[in-house]
């Protein structure tokens, strides 16, 4: 019991009664959690929503919640009885740019006083809200460290394509380069990626700025993860 009250959790999905306010649910957990006298409670619940900016809505319903707020909601939950370690399943799923953006800088700031477990399939969460990734395939830990380093790592293993965007002019990559992103750039179009053998590309040159996408992908080419 001593160690479950240490951890709190934020499930993939979700969810609480439609019919409850934001406010009763907080406090529905919180004597659950046995919190200890009213007083205490309701100075809690106020703490924990303003921290996940929820304050202008804890008195409306939480079928009325936009899935952002829903996902903060989630989060204040989590942190009822104030513990050191939260477990996050997929927090930023179906949430829009924005939100995401929002959700971020929470975890930024919630990870201050506590550790926060985060485990996500968006890779770009990861670069602005961690200060350790690793990387675990088939049971095996294949990397432990900062997303930093593993951007460094990817330091000239990235290439970019560069090809004028004119009628007839199709670029088809080679079979063995896994493109990782293309944007356009006036009127060229430009590609980025790694040759799944790590042989060079003619024509290409070495990308620059790269993301923890294309890092993390350039590490699962090279240790075949």
Do not use: W
Not at 24 to 35: H, K
Not at 60 to 79: C, D, E, F, N, Y
Not at 204 to 218: F, P
């Amino acid at each position: 019991d001593a160690v479950r009250y240490l951890i709190g959790y934020l499930p993939q999905e979700f969810g609480a009664l439609r019919m409850l306010k934001v406010e009763e649910v907080l406090d529905t957990l919180m004597s659950l959690s046995g919190s200890g006298n009213k007083a205490h409670q309701r100075a809690r619940i106020q703490e924990i929503l303003e921290k996940v900016g929820l304050s202008s809505v804890a008195s409306r319903k939480v079928g009325s919640l936009s899935g952002g707020m829903l996902r903060r909601l989630g989060v204040a939950q989590a942190l009822v009885h104030d513990p050191l370690i939260i477990i996050m399943d997929e927090p930023t799923t179906g949430l829009d740019p924005e939100e995401r953006l929002r959700f971020r800088q929470l975890m930024v700031d919630l990870s201050v006083d506590r550790c926060i477990l985060l485990s996500t399939h968006i890779i770009a969460d990861l670069g602005s809200s961690c200060s350790r990734l690793l990387l675990i395939s088939n049971g095996q830990l294949q990397f432990n460290d900062s997303p930093a380093t593993l951007i460094a790592a990817a330091q000239n293993k990235i290439r970019e394509i560069t090809y004028e965007n004119s009628a007839g002019n199709t670029f088809l990559p080679p079979e063995n380069f896994e493109v990782v992103t293309s944007f356009n750039k006036g009127n060229k179009t430009v590609i980025r990626g790694l040759m799944k053998d790590g042989t060079d590309l003619m024509d290409s040159e070495v990308a620059k700025n790269i993301s923890l996408e294309e890092a993390y992908l350039a590490f699962c080419n090279n240790s075949s993860i």
